[in-house]
């Protein structure tokens, strides 16, 4: 499975953006999610989505915010990201996770990676 994450931009403060990540194969029995690293941070978890949507989790700090969904007709799996904020600039990474069902939000655990898109919000 290959991952090629697109969306990304420079937006202001308060504005939208909404990544996709699309799979080169069906990634429909893997949970899919979004992790972000901002320079000289460590890898941040955003959101996850299980197997038919059947959970979704996200990171504290984008509660509210940020929505994460799915179409395993099209293997594409988007990111929604609402009232975004400077604290949001980063690389943001889709994900998928190395065994069918397993539904988490620790990085370890997801063995398919995309190469990331830049995600700039000026204040």
């Known amino acids: 499975v290959q991952l090629q994450a697109s969306g990304g931009g420079l937006v202001q403060a308060g504005d939208s953006l909404r990544l996709s990540c699309a799979a080169s194969?069906?990634?429909?029995?893997?949970?899919v999610g979004w992790f972000r690293q901002a320079p000289g941070k460590e890898r941040e978890f955003v959101a996850a989505v299980a197997y038919r949507s059947a959970n979704k989790l996200y990171g504290d700090p984008v509660k509210g915010r940020f929505t994460i969904s799915r179409d395993d007709a099209k293997n594409t799996v988007s990111l929604q990201m609402n009232s975004l904020k400077p604290e949001d600039t980063a690389v943001y990474l889709c994900?998928?996770?190395?065994?069918?069902?397993?539904?988490?939000?620790?990085?370890?655990?997801?063995?398919?990676w995309g190469q990331g898109t830049q995600v700039t919000v000026s204040s």
């Open positions: 194969g069906s990634v429909s029995t893997l949970s």
């Open positions: 994900a998928a996770t190395k065994e069918s069902y397993r539904f988490t939000a620790q990085s370890e655990y997801y063995g398919y």
